[in-house]
């Protein structure tokens, strides 16, 4: 039976749907985690690893494994990625190389590498906060988006108009890696940050599965809602795209070649782009499938027969175990993800019309993925949803009607901090 560990940060949405898929597979599973866990009491199912330090982390893993031996090691979530490439490394595991999932944590250096592949790119550099930000306004093209260099999910990403806005949401963003949790989360990138020209026009996102080098297309979504800024809070995922033939066509050709760019060449890929009348371009790319429990929206037929409808967790899971991927087609009705959006800033208090929410047709599931008491911050500084919507429909316009249909039913009562 092949032996898989887990990476799990505490503060994963997706542990869930990785045991569970380990377990329809008949896997062994070990979890390693930031955060001691109940587990530990069974060492050869849990570790406690410094998720952070990647070295640090990676020889703990070493040490593990040499009392546990393990097949695979698989991180489910950006928080794993970089411990996993380097845990694999030294102890010989089929994996990514450590330089090339460095690059997709790193913005700049995801920025820079596409550049130099001749990739579609937005004009960017990297400023550090000590410069004077009405400085470096003067040689800014406007409009543009502000990041920061290694957090996810769009936190501390800014559109500023002008030069006046543009030394606002620097201020802004100086202000928000100052913050403990956040500086720890962003490291020795804490005190930089990202400019990028400002790309108009519609975003897709595309799930793939890299096999030798070889991109594998599982998903392409659109986004029906158009993300403009001043933040880029994303909301409706829906697959199959709607885009012609040829533009799909495009989408993965760039993405293929921005895999080779940094260097990835197995494993899930998921990337980000923007579409205009320029080209697709990438966005962002990362060495993970799709976040949150948006993958639940996603089942395929790998050839087992009737009834083998398999999870997109499984399907990492195969691969990186060496299980046999005969075939992998996604199930053809359309179907999509609604991400919460954050109702605003307050501590959680109640929910109301979830079960109304849960009964609008063609809805598969609503999940309220934070409990009663949980603090929301909006973006740019926040950035956990509440919860999922899933639809499934014949086209992907009914998904999105149901989608929007079921969320116009959630109230979320708010107490003021």
């Given at each position: 039976m092949p032996r898989v560990?887990?990476?799990i940060p505490s503060a994963s949405y997706r542990a869930h749907d990785f045991l569970a898929a380990a377990g329809r597979l008949g896997l062994d599973v070990a979890v390693a985690s930031d955060v001691g866990q109940p587990l530990n009491a069974f060492p050869e199912r849990s570790l406690t690893a410094d998720f952070s330090d990647v070295e640090a982390g990676a020889a703990t893993i070493a040490r593990y494994a040499d009392s546990y031996p393990v097949d695979a090691i698989v991180p489910v979530d950006d928080g794993g990625t970089a411990l996993a490439a380097r845990a694999s490394e030294l102890l010989r595991l089929p994996a990514n190389a450590p330089t090339a999932v460095g690059a997709t944590r790193n913005k700049a250096e995801l920025r820079q590498l596409l550049a130099e592949a001749g990739l579609p790119s937005p004009a960017f550099r990297v400023c550090a906060f000590n410069e004077d930000a009405a400085a470096v306004a003067t040689e800014l093209s406007f409009p543009v988006v502000v990041k920061p260099l290694a957090l996810a999910g769009s936190r501390g990403v800014m559109r500023a108009d002008?030069?006046?806005?543009?030394?606002?949401?620097?201020?802004?963003?100086?202000?928000?890696?100052?913050?403990?949790?956040?500086?720890?989360?962003?490291?020795?990138?804490?005190?930089?940050?990202?400019?990028?020209?400002?790309?108009?026009?519609?975003?897709?996102?595309?799930?793939g599965l890299l096999l030798d080098g070889s991109l594998q297309v599982l998903a392409l979504f659109d986004k029906p809602d158009r993300l403009e800024g001043p933040f880029f809070?994303?909301?409706?995922?829906?697959?199959?795209?709607?885009?012609?033939?040829?533009?799909?066509?495009?989408?993965r050709e760039v993405s293929a070649r921005a895999a080779l760019a940094l260097g990835l060449t197995r494993g899930p890929l998921h990337v980000e782009l923007r579409l205009n009348d320029a080209g697709a371009f990438p966005i962002d790319i990362a060495s993970r499938t799709i976040g949150g429990h948006c993958a639940r929206c996603l089942r395929f037929d790998v050839g087992e027969g009737a009834g083998a409808a398999a999870s997109l967790e499984e399907i990492v899971l195969r691969q990186a175990v060496?299980?046999?991927?005969?075939?992998?087609?996604?199930?053809?009705?359309?179907?999509g993800v609604m991400m919460i959006p954050t109702p605003g800033a307050g501590r959680l208090h109640a929910v109301h019309g979830l079960e109304e929410a849960r009964g609008v047709p063609l809805v598969s599931?609503?999940?309220?993925?934070?409990?009663?008491?949980h603090l929301f911050v909006p973006l740019p500084e926040g950035g956990a949803y509440p919860g999922f919507i899933?639809?499934?429909?014949?086209t992907p316009e009914a998904v999105v009607g149901a989608l929007r249909a079921s969320h116009a039913r959630l109230r979320f009562e708010l107490e003021p901090v």
């Open positions: 560990l887990l990476l002008d030069a006046g806005a543009f030394v606002a949401v620097v201020e802004r963003l100086r202000r928000m890696l100052e913050q403990p949790a956040t500086a720890a989360a962003c490291g020795a990138t804490a005190d930089r940050y990202l400019v990028e020209g400002y790309l108009p026009g519609d975003e897709v996102a595309l799930e809070e994303e909301t409706i995922y829906v697959t199959p795209s709607r885009l012609t033939a040829e533009r799909q066509a495009e989408i060496g299980l046999s991927l005969e075939r992998l087609e996604r199930e053809t009705p359309a179907s599931e609503v999940t309220i993925a934070t409990p009663l008491g899933f639809a499934r429909a014949e």
